[in-house]
């Protein structure tokens, strides 16, 4: 339980804002048409919180298959998350690999590999990190779903911008040397580019991609010098 509760506190200071976010998730569920145990469901299982706000947009203009096929995209950079922080993973068991992926965010990512990086992480360690999100996440968007339509421009107020800014905020502690800036740089880069010829979220799996070759290039480069 020390190493859970380390990562529960390692992960509480980004819980502001993901209950902002989550807040603005319940709001827009609320007036996409879906009821409160609808909204704070969608939070308990699908536990995505990009991919809940494409389907909350799309809910009352298009069929099943297209919000599917549309989340499954945005979630396809999970795939290069867990293959990165699965490596860590490689002597548990299946019936903990399966809820460890299952709570695989971009958060709990984002403080269990640093600490991995330390040489000071462990399953337990991501378990607390994962599960400070998964606490924080549905009850802020139960709460939004009980405001529901009182705020009707969510970006007035600014909160459209949490989100971004959380990640941007998680990016620094990654910036370590030259290496990372150019990778984190570069793939801003192909990321603004991409999204002006890709549809949806295609872009986000581009620049994930080739901002990965990019650093194992650097990386192989590094270690023949």
């Given amino acids: 339980m020390r190493e859970v509760r380390r990562g529960l506190l390692a992960a509480a200071p980004l819980a ?42 799309m809910w009352s203009s298009s069929s099943p298959l297209p919000i599917l096929l549309t989340t499954f995209v945005i979630n396809l950079r ?17 019936r903990w690999k399966a809820p460890l992926a299952f709570w695989l965010t971009d958060e709990a990512y984002a403080v269990a590999i640093a600490e991995y990086r330390r040489g000071t992480g462990n399953a337990l360690y991501y378990l607390g990190a994962a599960l400070s999100v998964y606490l924080v996440w549905p009850i802020a ?17 600014g909160l459209d911008l949490v989100f971004p800014l959380t990640f941007l905020g998680l ?4 910036l370590e040397d030259r290496a990372t800036i150019v990778i984190a ?28 070759t990019l650093g194992l290039a650097l990386e192989r480069r590094r270690e023949m010098a």
């Fill in 16 to 57: 502001p804002g993901i209950a902002v976010f989550g807040f603005l998730y319940g709001m827009l569920a609320r007036q996409a048409g879906l009821t409160p145990f609808q909204a704070w469901g969608m939070s308990m299982t699908v536990f995505a919180g990009s991919a809940q706000f494409v389907a909350v947009g």
């Fill in 78 to 94: 999970h795939l290069l998350l867990g293959l990165s922080i699965g490596t860590h993973f490689q002597g548990l068991p299946r």
């Fill in 141 to 157: 968007g139960l709460a939004g779903t009980l405001v529901g339509t009182a705020l009707p421009d969510p970006s007035r107020w």
């Fill in 171 to 174: 990016l620094v502690g990654f």
């Fill in 185 to 212: 740089v570069a793939s801003g880069i192909i990321a603004l580019i991409a999204a002006r010829f890709l549809p949806g979220s295609w872009y986000v799996i581009v620049a994930g991609v080739l901002g990965s």
